[in-house]
Each structure stands twice: as structure tokens, then as C-alpha cells.
């Protein structure tokens, strides 16, 4: 069983940035991959960006340019940089941790509210 935790979210104006943080309680070195979701209200919840255990990543189109997903093995974190934030980035952000067979793990969420 893994714990995400996630933090850095907050209220930005448009352009804006803000680095989020995703704290595991236990490793996450063999995961498969480490991702970032995001869900607007009444929206179905999306993929932001995934990096996998090689370091390889991947973006929704919307966010490609603007936000960077990294990992560190050492401190069991994941982050996202989210640069030139715009208000339709405006969503709860979830941390996700995929581990195969053995198992998928959510956060419980960081609002982001991006002003226009």
C-alpha cells in the first residue's frame, strides 16, 4: 500500500506558475509510471502528464510547453512545474502511482484556481 500526498496548490493569476509536489509514502522506483490527472467540475478526470520508470514522458496537448513532469527516486516524490497557467487549468490536480499488477494508488487531490 502507497500514500500519495499531494501540495503546492493554490489561486494564480493567469500566467502564473506553481510547482506541485507529490509525496509517496513508500518507494516508487519499481512503479510503472507516475502521473499527474486533473478533474474541472463537472468534467470527467484527465491525464495532465505521466513519466514512466525510465524517465520518458508524456503531456496532453493542452498543457505540452507550459507544465513539466519530473521524479525523484530518492525522495519518493513527483512534481509537476506548471508554467503560463491559464484559467482553463483551473481543476482539482491528483498524483497517481501505477504499479502494475500490483496495484494503483490516488492522492486525495490539490486545488489549483487559475485567475483571468
Known amino acids: 500500500q502507497v500514500q500519495l500526498v499531494e501540495s503546492g496548490g493554490g489561486l494564480v493569476q493567469a500566467g502564473g506558475s506553481l510547482r506541485l509536489s507529490c509525496a509517496a509514502s513508500?518507494?516508487?522506483?519499481?512503479?510503472?509510471?507516475m502521473a499527474w490527472y486533473r478533474q474541472a467540475p463537472g468534467k470527467q478526470r484527465d491525464l495532465v502528464a505521466l513519466?514512466?520508470?525510465?524517465?520518458?514522458?508524456n503531456y496532453a496537448d493542452s498543457v505540452k510547453g507550459r507544465f513539466t513532469i519530473s521524479r525523484d527516486n530518492a525522495k519518493n516524490t513527483v512534481y509537476l512545474q506548471m508554467n503560463n497557467l491559464q484559467p482553463e487549468d483551473t481543476a482539482d490536480y491528483y498524483c497517481?502511482?501505477?504499479?502494475?499488477?500490483?496495484?494503483?494508488?490516488w492522492g486525495r487531490g490539490t486545488q489549483v484556481t487559475v485567475s483571468a
Open positions: 513508500g518507494s516508487i522506483s519499481s512503479s510503472n509510471f
Open positions: 513519466i514512466r520508470s525510465y524517465g520518458i514522458t
Open positions: 497517481n502511482a501505477n504499479f502494475g499488477p500490483r496495484g494503483t494508488y
